[in-house]
């Protein structure tokens, strides 16, 4: 019996080769840029399995160009660069890889809070340039983290998580969501509930956790920078599109938050000229990089996909229909 034909983006992780090489006859792309669409629509016009990255638009173009496909498995927890419909009507299977970044993806968004906050992008600039004359008593004052108020908007694991590292800084927590956690969870991490309204105007630093839908699309606008505190700062680990840009570029103008942390961005790769700036730190999507983290990514998807082809449920299926509909 010849192995199915899978095509990945990446050349993933070794751990993740093996598992793949055992079941499927796999082809990577290799290079260290991303590959060119063409290059990937050519590639995978003979697959059944596919691994992909959240840089590749799985779409209706995508899937005609694939007629042999069965199983999308993305390489990340987020999965707004699939099209879940058009999937589920060419009776692909989609999956994702939830519940191994959540620590560690909470371990960035607070040390971009912690950065932006403590002024690091600036201290290491000038500890950097030669410049820097010795210690000085108001030299680069930043805020405390410490004992402040914590917006989280999104109380999912992620959120969640990030709410658990607050605890040892003593940090008032709130949270918004549009489901209310149950109240063993929000007891244990010590968090209250607000309205959007309230979050926004009662927090310090405000962290983005939601996916990204379209309700959430362009979620921090204009109106809700106005109602954030001038003295507060927005924390983005969860995906660019939720914040309008230009409109955070014009509250930061305007002085009506104090700076932002992002690690993703409207338009990745490109970044709002108006972003680089000195109260702004910035970072190139890494909340989940971490070497752990991304191996065990990329060995849940080789998973969903031998899954699939030993005739069993992917673990992190999507769109579950399409299996039961066959
Ligand atoms: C995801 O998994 O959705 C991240 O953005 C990449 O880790």
Redesign the pocket.
């Known amino acids: 019996m010849p192995k199915p034909k899978v095509y990945a983006t990446h050349p993933l992780f070794e751990e993740a080769r093996q598992i793949l090489e055992a079941a499927c006859d796999i082809e990577y792309w290799t290079n260290e840029e991303r590959p060119p669409r063409d290059e990937v629509l050519r590639r995978v016009k003979d697959k059944e399995g596919l691994i992909c990255l ?1 840089t590749e638009k799985i779409n209706d173009e995508f899937l005609r160009a694939a007629p042999k496909l069965r199983i999308a498995a993305n390489v ?3 999965f707004d660069n699939i099209d879940l419909d058009a999937c589920t009507k060419r009776g692909v299977v989609a999956t994702n ?1 939830p519940g191994v ?1 959540d620590e560690t993806t909470a371990d960035f968004a607070w040390t971009l809070m912690m950065a932006v906050a403590r002024r690091l992008g600036e201290g290491e600039h000038l500890a950097r340039s030669g410049n820097w004359k010795g210690w000085n008593l108001d030299q680069l004052c930043g805020s405390d983290v410490w004992g402040k108020t914590l917006g989280i908007v999104g109380f999912g694991r992620i959120g969640r998580a990030m709410a658990r590292r607050a605890l040892g800084f003593q940090m008032k927590v709130l949270y918004t969501d549009a489901v209310k956690a149950p109240a063993d969870v929000v007891q244990a991490l010590n968090a209250e509930y607000r309205d959007m309204n309230s979050l926004l105007a009662e927090s310090d630093f405000i962290s983005l956790h939601v996916p990204l839908t379209p309700e959430t699309r362009g979620l921090f606008d204009a109106p809700k920078f106005y109602r954030m505190k001038p003295t507060a700062f927005l924390i983005n680990t969860a995906r660019g599109p939720v914040v309008d840009e230009a409109a955070l570029v014009a509250a930061l103008d305007a002085g009506k938050i104090a700076g932002a942390a992002l690690d993703v961005y409207e338009n990745e790769p490109f970044i709002h000229p108006g972003l680089k700036r000195p109260n702004v730190v910035l970072a190139p ?1 890494l ?2 990089a971490s070497t752990e983290t991304r191996t065990k990514m990329a060995v849940i998807a080789a998973n969903n996909v031998v899954a699939l082809f030993k005739g069993q449920m992917p673990p992190n299926m999507l769109n579950a229909s399409v299996l039961k509909k066959a």
């Open positions: 959240l990340a927890v987020g890889t970044l999507h909340a989940s």
